[in-house]
């Protein structure tokens, strides 16, 4: 047999063994489970929750002997209770974008199961409470079972004599998407009460539509090559094959069938918030509706606000929570700028508006890209403005992956275009519409009295990595930032190919760009990552340290929400009658006929020491403590951050169809300077022009602390000219182009935001 024949026999031979090898991995044959995760650590010695209790208490004496007189009502109210953090928003690999995201080629570094959230809550952020919320969208009969149990064991594992060491709460993410903004509702944590099975939903409710289409129906499997490019890490890429799988073989339960009534093994969705109150209802359930990442355009349709859910049959009522702040960014603050004009008669978006102060429309910066290629190539000057005007329309048209329309972009093309230039760590590509402050300003009049929002403000970590309160430390950006991407130049033309730079808008239309299954890959992923943080936390004033009080303190809206910082915050209407002041705290909602008289105390977080407490380090493994707290753990000195001042803000609710919301948000309302105190910050103001107005009114704070380094605390790090334009950027990539070591320091004034007080002006 000669040589060249006996190198085509095995050349086929490989061939075919390739073959028989893409096949087996296309029946999943090497693929298995992955399933909850194993809780490793023990209880938390009660001498280390008790100690948490002692510093808070010394904090309070400590301010009220050097700021407050003997009759001040806070001696005695506050230490009645007691403050406890915790984070309601936590993903883990059960979620189908967070197992996407943990895969080795977008520099993920394996599964995040629900049993390193809890020992992470435990050890190595140290907070008093949190709930699991994957998305609904990607769970299974199975999945659901697993979380149930594993929340469960870890509830179990925290209790003792003494009390739990961590409360564990059970909830999903109903994680809406719509092609418009007429359709679009955004997303809701539902999280439930008590663990029992007659508690919880028989299933998660998902959304309906375009999410339940790209994470199910249409959700097309890895490729059976991937495995193949990254052999190394092949397993996980076999796993999550079978983990697409598991979802798509899940039938859908029948839209007609009340909740309470369909079989366990379907997955159950729901159009609008309206038909989730309804399903949920339909059980008897006590929850919260939670809606977050309001203003986050990545996926947010352009013009989308909240006033279609304030419709009475839209259950207004039912979301009692806001979730102010997370690791996708700020959603407090309005502005009036759009990033794009309003719908037509036909519910269409019709054009692009021109820059403002502190706002570059990315539609805009879109044309002068195009524009600049086109003179650069030797065009008319009359052609290249042709080309400019189409492609504003064509980015209007296509919406959230408007990018696209420019070929052979990069980051750096697009300076800080659709971003909120002046806003307090900005979700990307702002929509103002969808703040809270929007939220707050409007009120609907289809009933007799007016509808209206009336939110406590939590924070949260949105944490897509099994990480529930990262923000305790600013470090290691690619895990409790959550930013990924493409590992390698390959992986990213893999993904998303690199088209040659053209001096031509690309065509698309919107509905070509929202029925792709690669959906989720075309959208603007590379200069999100600029904007990822570490997320915010939840706190509460609770007069129990169980179930019970969290859960009381979060109906009372006595609930407050922090960028990360463990910020003591408590803020009051006080009402002196017959010598006998009466205190309404944050959340209060109260009729009041006379001059507001508000006090607001403040203490700074902790200033953090370097590595991990002892019990951290005896209770998790060497291996876990460094897999899940990178040996970076809640380490309190005995040093506080001061609290710099005091911002107000006062928003003034709608009490006539279309009043210029523009006017009715005063932020500041007053900005309050404090003395820079250790011991915190106490002030005290009133509002006399409250009772001039006439009106219903809502009043909140931010308590202010000393600048910090932060994880892209300057997003996208913008160069500015003598006019203040930004001429260049150094985005933090989440792609290869970054160094994963490159945390992105900047100096940020983290914050606390209050729940507010509603004051109802009565006749």
Not at 385 to 404: L, T, W
Not at 416 to 443: M, T
Not at 714 to 735: A, Q, S, V, W
Request: positive net charge; hydrophobic residues 30%.
């Amino acid at each position: 047999m000669g040589l060249f024949k006996k190198i085509s026999i095995f050349a086929l031979i490989l061939v075919a063994l390739l073959g028989i090898y893409l096949f087996l991995v296309y029946l999943n044959v090497f693929s298995k489970h992955r399933g909850p995760g194993k809780i490793t650590g023990e209880k938390v010695p009660k001498e280390v929750i008790q100690k948490r209790v002692d510093l808070q208490k010394g904090a309070i004496k400590k301010m009220a002997e050097s700021l407050l007189s003997e009759k001040d009502h806070f001696k005695k109210e506050s230490l009645d209770k007691m403050i406890l953090f915790g984070d309601f928003h936590v993903h883990t690999t059960y979620s189908a974008d967070a197992y996407f995201m943990a895969l080795p080629m977008l520099r993920g570094v394996g599964v995040h199961p629900i049993g390193e959230a809890c020992d992470f809550a435990r050890y190595c952020s140290q907070i008093d409470f949190w709930s699991i919320s994957d998305h609904a969208e990607s769970s299974t009969p199975k999945k659901w079972k697993d979380t149930i149990e594993s929340i469960r064991q870890c509830e179990a594992r925290a209790k003792g004599k003494s009390g739990p060491d961590l409360i564990s709460f059970l909830g999903f993410e109903w994680s809406q998407v719509g092609g418009f903004p007429s359709d679009h509702y955004g997303h809701k944590n539902v999280i439930f009460k008590g663990l029992d099975d007659d508690e919880i939903s028989l299933r998660p409710i998902g959304a309906a539509g375009r999410a339940s289409a790209a994470l199910r129906q249409d959700a097309s499997p890895l490729p059976v090559t991937v495995p193949l490019l990254d052999f190394k890490h092949r397993q996980v890429y076999y796993d999550f094959r079978l983990f697409q799988q598991e979802i798509v073989q899940v039938p859908d339960c029948d839209p007609k069938v009340s909740s309470s009534k369909l079989p366990k093994n379907c997955y159950e969705s729901a159009w609008t918030p309206k038909d989730l109150v309804e399903r949920l209802d339909n059980q008897k359930l006590d929850y919260f509706l939670i809606p977050h990442g309001t203003t986050w355009g990545l996926y947010t349709p352009q013009t989308s606000s909240l006033d279609k859910q304030l419709k009475p049959e839209m259950r207004p009522e039912k979301q009692e929570i806001f979730e102010i702040y997370s690791g996708h960014g700020n959603s407090e603050e309005y502005r009036s700028w759009s990033s794009a004009y309003w719908k037509d008669e036909k519910n269409r978006i019709v054009g692009c508006p021109k820059p403002s102060p502190n706002y570059m429309p990315a539609c805009w910066q879109a044309g002068l890209i195009i524009k600049k290629r086109c003179l650069k190539n030797g065009n008319s000057e009359k052609e290249c403005q042709k080309r400019e005007a189409y492609a504003r329309d064509q980015y209007v048209h296509i919406g959230v992956a408007g990018h696209m329309v420019v070929r052979g972009d990069n980051a750096e093309d697009w300076l800080n275009a659709g971003q909120c230039q002046d806003c307090f760590l900005p979700a990307f590509n702002y929509r103002p519409r969808s703040s809270a402050q929007y939220g707050l300003a409007i009120s609907n009049f289809e009933k007799k009295e007016p509808t209206r929002f009336k939110w406590g403000f939590i924070g949260a970590s949105d944490n897509h990595r099994a990480r529930p309160g990262t923000g305790y430390k600013e470090h290691a950006r690619y895990l409790n930032a959550e930013v990924f991407g493409a590992r390698s130049k390959m992986w990213r033309n893999i993904l998303r190919p690199k088209e040659e730079k053209s001096d031509h808008a690309k065509s698309y239309s919107r509905e070509e760009v929202l029925n792709d299954p690669r959906y989720q890959i075309l959208l603007d992923w590379d200069k999100q990552a600029s904007f990822w943080t570490t997320g915010g936390l939840a706190a509460v004033h609770a007069t129990k340290r169980d179930r019970e009080g969290i859960w009381d303190a979060f109906k009372k809206r006595e609930i407050y929400g922090t960028s990360g910082p463990r910020i003591l915050l408590w803020f009051d209407l006080l009402e002196n009658e017959n010598s006998k002041p009466k205190v309404y705290p944050m959340g209060s909602e109260v009729n009041f006929k006379k001059v507001p008289t508000f006090k607001v105390k403040a203490i700074g977080a902790f200033k953090q020491n370097p590595g991990c407490p002892d019990h951290s380090v005896k209770g998790l493994s060497a291996e876990r403590l460094k897999r899940l707290c990178l040996n970076e753990c809640y380490n309190p000195s005995d040093e506080r951050h001061k609290i710099t001042r005091i911002e107000v803000v006062k928003i003034r609710p709608q009490i006539k169809k279309g009043e210029n919301v523009s006017k009715l948000i005063e932020d500041p309302f007053k900005t309050i300077p404090c003395e820079g105190k250790e011991e915190g910050c106490v002030v005290e103001f009133k509002d006399p022009d409250y009772l001039k107005g006439g009106r219903d009114s809502i009043y909140y704070v931010r308590a202010i602390q000393e600048k910090t380094l932060t994880v892209n605390g300057k997003n996208l790090r913008c160069e500015y000219d003598k006019k203040g334009n930004c001429i260049r950027t150094r985005p933090c990539h989440g792609i290869y182009l970054s160094e994963k070591t490159d945390d992105c320091l900047a100096p940020v004034e983290h914050r606390a935001w209050s729940s507010p007080i509603y004051i109802n002006y009565k006749n």
